[in-house]
């Protein structure tokens, strides 16, 4: 059956105001929601929760704006979970996807207000934000002002609904993505409910011992490089380390040194030399031990921030979420006794959605063999058909600089520098790319032209970017939107089955889930979250086109690592356990 907007019994526009402490659950305060059919206002105070006052099943349809927010109240008070939903950022954020240069998460003022809707003043906002988050006990005079500031937020929400409607109701297939995105909302709350198990114990350690840490890891870690004066890093200390080490460095137009963490990051790749150095730059710069959201049941939740990229990919904080900040603090992850986590991702991911999607049988080949960087290198006629990861190692780091390049838009220059190649074989190795898989270059010139002459781009289930008038447009950036935003398709798909099945999903990260079950279940949670993956890949890029996933598993009483942070945290640790902390 096709939905149709007209056809719902009610259509309930709704808020919560509740008090979120960090890493905690929502404390519901009250709840206002407004029937546009029949007229209906509900207004229930903290306290007087029972039974949901509306009917949840298909035939009512629920509307809020950055929604994840009010399924977790639902949750919170034990009710069911809306059948059918829709979040009105989502789709905002959506339809004006490129419209204008700026950052993304628009608040609801600022989606009513282009709408040319009446709304709050935004210091009576504040105002009683305030008032709610002191978390009370309120007056009667007080709490009726908490459900009328809510109940405006309901009428802007209705009101903004009446004003999307012709753009998100207006033929079945946007009804039906928007009905997905809001679903995927309802998934977001259960995995912000869940969180991440954390090493609370170490993390104490770990916070109330830092400055004395930093100081050790600077004198340990700075005797390899000598760029560090105390705690301060000194550039021309850095320019001076490079040269003496024959590393080529990417220069700002003012001839300054990148310096940026994801320079770093990328010549980490190429230098690995470069790679402690990076981390202790990070720990050092950006790392806050402090923001990280530990609620008492020592589980890190933090806003999952979805549809907050224009690919459509979550946007968590880097500072609150275990996996946003340095990698090797991921190995404060560890599950409880009896207990074990999962991480499940797809398996070059990207590679397989450019390759169904543009069509290239050939570069689908190189995928499904299982080594997309040695099958390049064969197809073009680098290495020998024989040539496997063991014998021709170098002409394989070659091959995959050039494969993951061309996913990022890089050109030749950069391709060049990223890899160590001399530039002339840089751009031969491009050159055998765009001859070897021609379908694809076709695909991803047609994308990249219509982006930039304002047409818009599409992901399979109707996440759409179109560059607005007077915005500044990247074009490489366009190379990389189909693969990112169908590879969002995906994890949204498989978020929304999985958490309906009733598998603990932790959180999202890019390209991967997190999963965790008792431990004598463990395999079969593996099982199923593998599979769910594996088909939403098909839903995606259609029949046969099943994007392959990798676990690693982690059980009590382990913890978490990646490989990219290991030496950091037994560096830290090291340090740790000597000062007796």
């Known amino acids: 059956m096709t939905p149709n907007a007209l056809s719902y019994a009610a259509i309930w526009a709704l808020d919560f105001e509740f008090i979120a402490r960090d890493g905690e659950h929502p404390e519901v305060v009250c709840l206002v929601a407004h029937d546009l059919i029949s007229g209906r206002w509900v207004r229930v105070w903290q306290g007087d929760f029972a039974a949901p006052p509306f009917a949840l099943g298909a035939d009512t349809l629920f509307v809020g704006y ?5 399924w977790s109240c639902f949750i919170a008070l034990d009710w069911p979970i809306p059948a059918r939903c829709i979040d009105l950022y989502a789709e905002f954020t959506r339809i004006t996807n490129g419209a204008f240069d700026g950052k993304m998460f628009p608040s609801l003022l600022a989606a009513a207000a282009h709408f040319g809707i009446a709304t709050t003043d935004a210091d009576h906002k504040g105002a009683m934000r305030d008032l709610i988050l002191s978390g009370g006990p309120w007056n009667a005079e007080q709490q009726r002002a908490i459900l009328d500031y809510c109940a405006a937020d309901v009428r802007m929400t209705a009101e903004l609904f009446r004003a999307m409607c012709p753009a998100v109701c207006r033929v079945p297939a ?44 600077i004198a340990d870690i700075d005797q390899h490089y ?11 200390r850095f320019a001076a380390y490079i040269q003496r080490a024959g590393i080529p460095w990417p220069r700002l137009p003012s001839s300054a040194l990148m310096l940026d963490d994801d320079t770093f990051r990328e010549r980490a790749k190429s230098y690995p030399v470069i790679a402690p150095l990076r981390e202790l730059r990070h720990a050092l710069g950006k790392m806050r031990l402090n923001s990280l959201a530990v609620g008492r049941d020592g589980r890190n939740r933090a806003g999952v921030m979805p549809f907050g990229s224009k690919t459509g990919r979550n946007q968590p904080s880097n500072s609150r979420f275990v996996f946003g900040t340095s990698r090797w603090l991921r190995s404060l992850i560890q599950p409880t006794l009896g207990r074990a986590v999962a991480y499940v991702d797809w398996s070059s991911q990207e590679i397989a959605i450019a390759a169904a999607l543009s069509g290239d049988d050939a570069l689908w080949e190189a995928y499904t063999s299982g080594d997309p960087y040695m099958a390049f290198a064969k197809q073009a006629g680098l290495v020998p058909p024989e040539a496997t990861k063991a014998t021709h190692k170098a002409e394989r780091q070659r091959a995959k600089a050039i494969v993951l390049g061309v996913g990022y838009g890089m050109s030749a220059e950069s391709m060049a520098l990223q890899a160590g190649l001399h530039l002339d074989e840089a751009r031969d190795l491009l050159l055998r790319h765009k001859l070897t898989y021609r379908q694809f270059w076709a695909w991803a010139t047609h994308n990249q032209n219509a982006g930039l002459l304002g047409l818009t781009l599409q992901t399979t289930y109707g996440w759409t970017w179109q560059a607005g008038f007077g915005t500044t447009v990247n074009p490489r950036s366009l190379l990389n939107w189909p693969m990112q ?25 890019h390209d991967a889930l997190l999963v965790e079950g008792d431990a004598a279940d463990i395999d079969n949670v593996i099982a199923t979250t593998r599979a769910t993956m594996e088909r939403a890949s098909e839903l995606v890029l259609g029949a046969g086109r099943i994007v392959r996933t990798d676990v690693d598993v982690v059980r009590h009483p382990d913890r978490y690592a990646d490989e990219a942070g290991v030496k950091m945290w037994d560096r830290v640790m090291e340090r740790l356990n000597a000062r007796g902390l």
């Open 66 to 70: 950055s929604a994840a927010a009010e």
């Open 174 to 217: 946007t009804l039906g993505g928007a009905l997905l995105r809001g679903r995927y909302t309802c998934a977001v709350a259960r995995m912000e409910w869940n969180g991440i198990p954390i090493d609370v114990a170490t993390l104490a350690s770990l916070r109330n011992g830092w400055d004395d840490i930093k100081l050790d890891l």
């Open 226 to 236: 000598g760029v560090f004066d105390g705690t301060s890093f000194v550039t021309a």
């Open 485 to 509: 935003a169908n590879g969002a398709e995906m994890m949204r798909l498989a978020c929304c089955d999985l958490t309906e099945q009733g598998i603990m999903v932790c959180c999202p990260v």
